[in-house]
């Protein structure tokens, strides 16, 4: 089972350290970690997906509640939330692949924003499924490196909002 | 003023009668301004124990204890005694001095990442990074420290802001952390489910945990189990929460506690937990509690209801709060013939083999001097075979039976009693540890006689890591490794090197006069009871 914790956090030095440090030391599963500053400068927030048992999710929610640098939680699961990943894949081309890479970019919705005379980086901010798709296409062709930055996500809106 | 006065003033603000601990270059202004406050110091042998005597005077006072090292190897020196409050939830604050901020992260002489380092054993911890911050700061690490779950908080203190001037000092009346207001109150009507659940039952158990001693609630406890007449059994940390020979009282749970206590627990219907954790050493297999069973959790920290066993009644609070209420409700409660049935379990229990006469029989020894104890004497026991020994056999009258339950830390019976007696020196206190333990904390022999905090220590000497041999003797067929204690020091002699008079017991003989003499002489006195070898727990 997968769940996704959006942690609110003092903006203090050694905050990510703690809370990484929590799922470490009590063998919970980091899925992917995202964290940056919210629109106020003083608070983080950190967006945590972790996959396990019910009862595993729901002590990561009571440990993180317990860190005295953690303001607020909230936590959902994938289809009660808007996420989004940012991912950039470096592949190796020639003439043969080039087309097919850009039409796999073109169906998928990604964007080329460098390119050499042998290698071409692409950028997809999708859903995790998508980039997880991208990465799947572009594989038989040769990725070089990716870089991605995590889930992030937000509770979807309801109507009554 | 300077940051390092401001510390001290802290300290004093927080009414902290004694400080524990060991100097260091990095932690030397602090000690220096110590010395304009009225407050004791005790210099300790090595760090570990500073933190033990904290934890000690913690458990006893009902205060913070606070121990204090230098930067680098006197801070690591202090995490196994962090890590052991931390797992007994004693409240602690431990105060470091820092090499200079500036030249933080550069691996300069006697630089340790000591936040870093204790981050999983602290509620807490603080970096001190501007002098201004260090009366808020401290307001927070004992609120911190002394509310919610009880708990280890560190303060690590850069020596250049203990050489700053603070420019104003004001020791805040409250404090305000938006992050972290403990529940103190318990909620109606859960309390409401509690009191219908004991009208329901039949077979109903209270199991007390170390919960109720750090809440103060012994009394109230006390008041319910007899308002309704609710046989009890308790935890390792639960211990002297209910005398033992409380008509009441069943005993300790446990793969070490008394086979009818686990037999109660097993076949009772309502199993009310109070600040107790559910651990492994309690409770071998706690989802088979559930099959047929009420569970009612009591505990302050939401994150321990449901970790291990899923209560039917889950409670947070603050126990003493809790119990306050709660006895202002009337349940129907008969269970007056499953209390019956319990006394006939008791009366079963099968009796304990006798080890060989020459030596000295551990368990009546310990009858015997749990029976000449004061009333509210402090017995502290160690961690091995003695511990599992003091568990089983030391009847508690109105004192108060302490141990390290969760880590179980070697060497911290005589550090944690000289603590106690910091706390309260009117009071009789008896260590009693293994030859292998008192070897791991002996130096603080000199702590004791340099401070005037003596206390009666006994040594169970039976040459041997008894709880590892024993062990040893059942899972590999009796091949020992490593726990032979030959050449341990002959213990008179070093009693008489430090000073402190010496008694011996090799068997049981004579055993009352020798116990009389050296429970009536003056503190401190030193007692090597010689044990067989092969003596075991169970």
């Known amino acids: 089972m997968k769940r996704l914790y959006s942690v609110l956090v003092e903006n203090r030095s050694g905050v990510l350290m703690k809370v990484a440090g929590l799922f470490s030391r009590r063998m919970f599963n980091i899925d992917s970690l995202a964290v940056g500053e919210t629109d106020d400068p003083n608070v983080s927030c950190i967006t945590i997906v972790s996959s396990g048992e019910k009862n595993t999710l729901e002590q990561i929610e009571k440990q993180l509640n317990k860190k005295i640098d953690v303001i607020k939680i909230k936590t959902f699961n994938e289809e009660e939330s808007v996420s989004r990943e940012l991912i950039l894949v470096k592949v190796k081309y020639n003439k043969s692949t080039r087309r097919e890479i850009m039409e796999i970019c073109e169906i998928l919705g990604a964007s080329i924003v460098d390119m050499s005379k042998n290698l071409l980086t692409i950028q997809l901010c999708d859903t995790p499924e998508r980039t997880k798709l991208l990465i799947q296409m572009l594989a038989s062709i040769s990725i070089v490196e990716v870089a991605r930055t995590g889930v992030l996500a937000l509770q979807k809106c309801s109507l009554s909002d | ?538």
């Not at chain 2, 952390?177 to 109903?204: C, D, F, M, N, W």
């Not at chain 2, 103060?216 to 390792?236: C, M, Q, W």
């Not at chain 2, 379990?345 to 009546?364: C, L, S």
Request: glycine share 10%; aromatic share 8%; charged share 20%.
């Open chain 2, 1 to 538: 003023m300077l940051g390092a006065d401001a510390m001290a003033r802290c300290l004093k603000e927080e009414n902290v009668g004694v400080v524990f601990g060991y100097p260091g270059v990095a932690i030397c202004p602090f000690f220096n301004s110590m010395l304009s406050v009225d407050i004791e110091r005790v210099l300790v042998r090595t760090e570990q124990n500073a933190a033990h005597m904290a934890s000690g005077y913690a458990r006893i006072s009902g205060k913070v204890g606070v121990c204090v090292a230098t930067s680098g190897p006197g801070a690591t020196n202090l995490i196994t005694g962090i890590a052991t409050a931390y797992a007994d939830s004693i409240p602690i604050v431990c105060i470091t001095g820092q090499v200079d901020s500036g030249q933080l992260g550069s691996d300069v002489f006697q630089e340790a990442d000591i936040t870093g380092a204790v981050e999983s054993f602290v509620k807490y911890s603080y970096l001190v990074k501007n002098v201004e911050d260090i009366p808020r700061i401290f307001r927070e690490a004992f609120h911190i420290a002394s509310t919610g779950r009880r708990g280890p908080v560190l303060i690590d203190v850069p020596i250049d802001i203990q050489n700053a001037v603070i420019s104003r000092f004001v020791y805040p009346a409250e404090v305000n952390l938006r992050t972290y207001k403990p529940t103190v109150k318990g909620h109606t009507e859960q309390i409401k489910k509690v009191i219908k659940a004991i009208t329901g039952s039949k077979r109903p158990i209270i199991c007390v945990g170390g919960g109720v001693h750090l809440s103060d609630a012994t009394y109230e406890v006390r008041n319910f189990a007899h308002k309704y007449g609710i046989p009890v059994v308790s935890t390792l940390m639960g211990l002297s929460v209910m005398p033992t020979n409380d008509p009441l009282y069943f005993g300790m749970v446990g793969n070490n506690g008394k086979p009818y206590a686990n037999k109660a627990m097993n076949e009772s219907d309502l199993i009310i937990m109070i600040g107790a954790r559910v651990a492994d050493r309690a409770i071998s297999q706690p989802d088979l509690i559930m099959d047929n069973t009420v569970l009612v959790h009591i505990d302050v920290d939401p994150a321990e209801i449901g970790k291990n066993v899923g209560p039917h009644i889950p409670l947070v609070g603050d126990i003493k709060a809790i119990f306050e209420e709660i006895n202002k409700y009337d349940a129907e409660c008969n269970c007056a013939d499953w209390v019956e049935t319990l006394n006939g379990y008791k009366a079963d229990a099968p009796q304990r083999k006798k080890p060989r006469a020459e030596y000295v029989d551990p368990a009546v020894f310990i009858t015997m001097l749990s029976e000449k104890l004061n009333d509210d004497a402090i017995y502290v026991a160690d961690v091995g075979q003695n511990q599992m020994w003091s568990c089983g056999y030391h009847i508690v009258k109105n004192g108060r039976f302490l141990t390290s339950g969760g880590m179980g830390t070697m060497g911290y019976s005589i550090p944690a009693a000289i603590g106690a007696r910091a706390a309260e020196p009117q009071r009789q206190i008896v260590a009693v540890c293994g030859d292998g333990s008192f070897q791991m904390s002996m130096m603080e022999l000199a702590t004791m006689q340099q401070h005037g905090l003596p206390v009666k220590i006994i040594i169970f000497h039976n040459g041997y890591l008894g709880l590892v041999r024993e062990y040893q003797y059942h899972v590999y067929k009796g091949h020992y490794s490593v726990v032979d204690l030959s050449g341990s020091p002959d213990f008179g002699k070093l009693s008489e090197a430090y000073g402190i008079p010496f008694y011996k017991l090799k068997n049981m003989e004579g055993a009352s006069k020798v116990l009389d003499d050296f429970l009536s002489c003056k503190d401190p006195a030193l007692m090597e009871v010689m044990i067989d070898p092969m003596d075991v727990v169970k």
